[in-house]
């Protein structure tokens, strides 16, 4: 009887472990769209609301969504950072002689909430896989720049980028994908 408990208590606190630090990830905001938006609403373009009306919006599509309160603080969060119209690197610092690290912009900026790449990721844009290869670089780099440039409703948000760190990411798909 005493091992039996022993076993329950060993399981109680690594379950409580796993939740615990299950709880401290960080969410993705483009992540919790896809996840949950998507399910009910096409895509939609970030700047169709202001940020205000998202701040209204929010919290009326967390009691519809089931979304917690992080969740929705993610998407919030999300929305805000894409936004900004100063690439991002230009607002904190000068722009940085280091060369910036392609997977790290690529997981900063949630680019997986939206697009599936190697076998991971969103399904409200396209996989990213083969983009380079069967559309080329400047097709990719022209995207993040312009997302409207090729379907002006596509809902792709633009990015604060600058274009030190879009060659960033093309290259970590280029690199890292099938092109």
């Known amino acids: 009887m ?6 329950l208590l060993v399981a109680s606190l690594y379950l409580l472990s796993a939740f615990s630090s299950y709880a401290q990830e960080k969410i993705s905001g483009a992540e919790v769209i896809n996840n949950n938006c998507a399910r009910c609403h096409n895509a939609r373009a970030v700047h169709e609301f202001s940020i205000p009306e998202w ?6 599509m967390r009691e519809k ?8 603080q993610a998407v919030l969060e999300f929305l805000e950072l894409t936004s900004q119209s100063v690439p ?9 002689p280091i060369a910036p690290d392609g997977k790290q912009l690529f997981t900063q900026f949630g680019c997986q ?9 969103g399904t409200v844009g396209p ?11 400047g097709f990719f780099i022209n995207k993040l720049q312009n997302p409207q440039f090729n ?3 596509s809902p792709m948000p633009k990015m604060p980028l600058n274009e030190q760190q879009i060659k960033a990411i093309a290259e970590y798909i ?3 994908g099938n092109a």
């Open 127 to 137: 996989a990213l896989d083969e983009t380079i290869k069967n559309k080329g670089i």
């Open 151 to 153: 379907n002006s409703s």
């Open 65 to 72: 969504a089931h979304l917690t309160g992080k969740e929705t």
């Open 88 to 96: 991002l690197a230009k607002k904190v610092a000068p722009e940085n």
């Open 55 to 60: 701040k209204v919006i929010m919290p009326h």
């Open 174 to 176: 280029k690199s890292s």
């Open 113 to 121: 909430g939206c697009h599936s790449f190697k076998g991971d990721g």
């Open 2 to 7: 005493k091992s039996i408990i022993q076993i």
